[in-house]
């Protein structure tokens, strides 16, 4: 059987060898090892996939007692996760997800999609996908989270995914999905805020556009960053193709970074992130 073994600690001389040694007891195989030391706070950081049958508990217990008190050590079979998608009107990236879904390409069960508007639902009735349509209007930000959040946890997703949903959230909404809501947006920020930023962009006359997908935490726009990309423009494209540019940028950023989180490739520390890919 297959697992993964991801082990967070601080840095010390002999870890590898004492990791290895417990492993080898267990008549574990590693079949790909990757390990990382964050030399600015003397952190390590490993990732492990094995194969071979384990009692998890007694493999966990022997490595705590190895390792320093402080590790953080999780053993996963990399399972297919759990999401639920948050949307409001842009389709794009509902869409890459929906499609690469209903073809296997995700490590993961859309269990459904919550909306403050109903315009996706159509698109998401298509793919046999409950719909929640849940409008803003009207109501404080209070009330309206309450009501998402109640949702959510009737499903008790693994990780929320923000695939362009345009309503700001606040702490009491992030904190108890902490390192588990994942946001998609475009690469202008901080420079092009607010309404129609391809418009901006245009009349600057930029020449790259991009996006950029990251855990939300407590600061607009300013969790670790999972990924990124940016493709070049010029002067011959208009303000709605860069429009489209970046959508399709955002699509296949926010679809990149989801399988890092869902294949178990991204260790969070402090406000970056560290990936084995």
Known sequence: MAHL????????????????????????NILRNDEFVERADNVFFMRTELVGDVAADTLLAQLRAALPAAARIRLADNHPKNIVLLVTKEHHCLSELLVRHAFGELNARIQAVVSNHEVLSELTGKFGIPFHYLPHEGRSRE????????????????FVVLAKYMRILSAEFVQPYANRLINIHHSFLPAFVGASPYTQAYARG????????????????QGPIIAQR?????????????????????????ARALKLVLDEQVFVHRNKTIIFD
């Open 206 to 221: 930029v020449k790259i556009i991009g996006a950029t997908a990251h855990f939300v935490n407590e600061q607009l726009d």
């Open 230 to 254: 940016v493709i070049p423009v010029d002067h011959t494209h208009s303000a709605h193709e860069m429009a489209q540019a970046g959508r399709d940028v955002e699509k296949i950023v926010l």
């Open 143 to 158: 009330a309206h989270e309450a009501e998402v959040l109640a949702v959510l946890a009737s499903y008790t997703p693994d």
């Open 5 to 28: 073994l991801l082990i967070q600690c601080p840095d010390e001389r002999g870890l590898i060898y004492k990791i290895t040694g417990v492993l080898y007891a267990h008549g574990l």
